[in-house]
């Protein structure tokens, strides 16, 4: 494989780290060649790094695109790989010329870019900003940029995120504490405690904030000192800030530092205070000689930080709050010190150097993949984009499916709020209702996919049942073959639409696999006969729960101790619930004060569950939790993993909980929870109408019990695997069928 690098030369800070660094990394497994635009350090610099680097000066742009193009066709390049402005306008050029793939690293936020210099903005702005637009593929450095760029409407299939890797080899620096601060003039006894920055003193890295922030920490705590390495327009308007507060003898500009070592070896705290980012290279330099850091929560920075256990997070801005979280790391020696530890530990496990080039290689085969063999496209409809967290659950999971056996695959969704759908699903997506769109993909389409759920049904809707047989008719008058995935059938009440479901499904619908017997029995009666039919399970119960520390984090954020003793209730609306909120509420308190099991009340959809949940809690004296807002559903999956008893109405609060080896009760809104439960041998159930304190109360007296039995718990998650495995059985068929 051979990349051709295009980059002005003459970058610094984090973006040249990350080229040079990239660069020198992927020398020795791919060539790599770098074309700088000006020469200058960042090119010798290159060199010296063993980077084979070329200078094409001048300013005649056509002159440099003609002996570019002529340099890709005699060396014969396969990716062409861009960096900043100009690099990426000749990348653009050069891609109507050669043909070839063209990809672009996304460093920085290109409209922040050139922040207080209103010509470059209106030139090498506007020039990135259509460049961009332009290329095939784009990298951000961090999913934060990748988010970003989905936001302004770059197609997210084909956008990669990477991290800026660092060396973790151990470094000695060159001088000492006391040496390194004598040298920049910074007057800090044994006792001070030393903050610092390293950044380009612009307006992007708002050292204004950090500079009020350290100063009303200061009145506190007499002996912080402030280090500020760096240099750039703001220099002047910064001292006077400095002067005005009262603190120009505690900080100290040292200007621009390259022996960094010394720098990050001396202070004793890491800052950054920037209102943009991606994954900047002073967290990770900080990190490696284990610095506690505060940092403004920008860009990727939350990937790496994590709140109150490796460091603080502040809002952009708000010197308030980096004031205080700078006392009470000043404060106190030894959480600075565990702090820094866990960020340490954190930032070598995942943020290597070699993390960085082995992912780069992957996306350059990545694109060299697609470029050779095409992408297949797949249509994927369902109830998405609701805020549902269980409708949700479903397209993850069939993408995580449909991902696995073919991860060259392109979707396009339908969802009631596609940006939602393109920002967290990394998919293209469209307008539920729109018609005309939903033709047009059919006719390009591989397969189109029923998404799971109770879409074949009229309870809740005559025109929702009508729309989606319309959509299983129209994908295969298009000539794309039809899966009904992991669903539920019924309750179809009203004769007509029994009829015309029964002809849609037979006329139109290739296969359907089912999440449970009773949706197999309703295919029976309804006459479905012609599609292949298969039972599986709902597929969500493949999904993984979010890391135990993301989990942690959630529960202390919303007050909850993160390894108490809970019990779980999902609870949603519904006629005839009113009327049983004392019952649960006497529930509720009865378990608390029998097991010691505090109750956690957990939404689905928060819209609806959450005042369902404060109806109960309304009525309790037991303590208990409420939590409000909607998560992922890793997320949700690794909440309701802590819970010793889950009670849901929420089909997928059941789900979610079983594929988690959890006790479950089920109040029974609808046939779809009885027949769920009843599909893996879980009894625990009861009407909802007819649902008593006393009932409910001996269901959880028979879940706790059934919770003492590990080996039945972990058979019964086992069980619903296998059951599942059969939905991707038969979509793998259609997806590797040729056309």
Request: aromatic fraction near 8%; proline fraction near 4%; hydrophobic fraction near 40%.
């Amino acid at each position: 494989m051979k990349v051709l690098h295009l980059i002005s030369g003459g970058d610094t800070g984090g973006a040249k780290t990350h080229v040079h660094t990239l660069l020198a990394g992927l020398t020795p497994h791919i060539q790599v060649k770098m074309v700088c635009f000006t020469e200058g350090p960042f090119a010798q610099e290159a060199r010296e790094l063993g980077i084979d680097t070329q200078v094409i000066g001048g300013r005649n742009a056509l002159a440099n695109l003609k002996t570019l193009t002529r340099m890709v066709r005699e060396e014969g390049y396969d990716i062409i790989h861009s960096h900043g402005a100009r690099g990426n306008m000749m990348a653009a050029l050069l891609a109507r010329k050669t043909g070839l793939p063209t990809v672009s690293t996304v460093h920085s936020d290109y409209r922040l870019d050139y922040l207080g210099r209103p010509f470059s903005r209106l030139t090498y702005g506007t020039i990135n900003t259509f460049a961009l637009r332009k290329l095939d593929y784009r990298i951000g450095v961090s999913d934060a940029m990748v988010d970003l760029l989905i936001s302004r409407n770059f197609d997210p299939e084909r956008l990669f995120s990477i991290y800026n890797g660092l060396d973790f080899t151990p470094r000695t620096p060159a001088m000492n504490r006391e040496e390194f601060f004598r040298s920049v003039g910074l007057e800090a006894g044994e006792s001070c405690v030393v903050a610092g920055i390293a950044a380009r003193l612009n307006p992007v890295k708002d050292i204004a904030t950090l500079i009020r922030g350290f100063a009303l920490a200061h009145k506190d705590f007499p002996a912080l000192r402030l280090l500020i390495a760096g240099d750039g327009e703001e220099m002047t308007r910064l001292k006077q800030l400095a002067a005005e507060l009262g603190v120009s003898k505690e900080v100290c500009f040292a200007g621009w530092i390259s022996d960094t070592d010394s720098f990050y070896h001396a202070i004793d705290i890491n800052t950054l205070t920037s209102i943009s980012e991606t994954f900047p290279y002073a967290l990770t330099e900080g990190a490696r000689v284990a610095l506690p850091t505060v940092s403004s929560k920008v860009g990727g920075v939350s990937y790496l930080i994590d709140h109150g256990s490796n460091g603080f997070l502040f809002q952009a801005g708000d010197a308030q709050a980096l004031a205080g979280h700078l006392l009470t790391l000043a404060r106190d020696p030894d959480l600075r010190k565990a702090m820094g530890r866990r960020l340490y530990e954190k930032a070598k496990r995942e943020f290597s150097i070699e993390a960085t080039i082995q992912r780069q290689l992957e996306i350059y085969e990545t694109i060299l993949r697609y470029e050779r063999k095409g992408r297949d496209r797949v249509v994927i409809c369902g109830a998405y984009g609701r805020g549902n967290a269980g409708d949700d659950a479903i397209l993850l999971a069939i993408l995580t499916e449909l991902r696995a056996i073919d991860p060259d695959l392109s979707f396009q969704v339908f969802s009631r709020n596609p940006p939602d759908t393109r920002m967290h699903y990394r998919v293209n997506a469209f307008y539920t209702f729109n018609a005309f769109k939903a033709c047009h993909y059919f006719r390009r389409a591989k397969l189109f996919i029923n998404g799971g759920g109770s879409l074949m049904q009229d309870v809740t809707s005559f025109r929702s049942l009508w729309f989606y047989l319309w959509t299983l008719a129209a994908a295969k008058r298009s000539g794309c073959p039809v899966i009904m995935y992991g669903c539920g059938i019924g309750p179809i009440r009203n004769p007509r639409n029994r009829t015309r479901a029964t002809k849609v499904m037979n006329r139109y619908v290739d296969a359907i696999t089912l999440r449970d017997p009773d949706s197999q029995k309703e295919l029976g009666v309804l006459g479905v006969t012609e599609p292949r039919i298969s039972l599986s399970a709902d597929t969500t119960v493949i999904l993984p729960s979010a890391p135990a520390d993301v989990v942690d984090g959630i529960l202390e954020s919303c007050g909850i101790p993160a390894h108490g003793n809970y019990i779980g209730f999902v609870l949603r609306p519904w006629p005839n619930f009113e009327e049983k909120v004392k019952d649960i509420a006497a529930a509720a308190d009865y378990v608390y004060e029998k097991y010691g099991l505090t109750p956690v009340f957990f939404p689905i959809e928060p819209r609806l569950d959450v005042d369902a949940a404060r109806r109960v809690t309304s009525h309790m004296t037991a303590p208990r939790y409420v939590i409000t807002d909607g998560y992922t559903a890793a997320q949700t999956i690794g909440i309701l993993s802590r819970m010793q008893v889950v009670v849901s109405m929420r089909l997928h609060g059941l789900i979610f909980a079983a594929g988690q080896g959890v006790p479950l009760v089920g109040i029974v809104y609808d046939q779809k929870v009885s027949s769920f439960l009843s599909y893996i041998g879980q009894d625990l159930y009861e009407d909802l109408e007819s649902l008593t304190a006393e009932n409910l109360k001996a269901l959880i007296d028979g879940a706790v019990e059934r919770g003492k039995d590990p080996q039945y718990l972990s058979e019964s998650v086992a069980k619903l695997r296998r059951m599942e495995a059969v939905n991707r059985q038969v979509v793998e068929e259609y997806v590797k069928k040729d056309n």
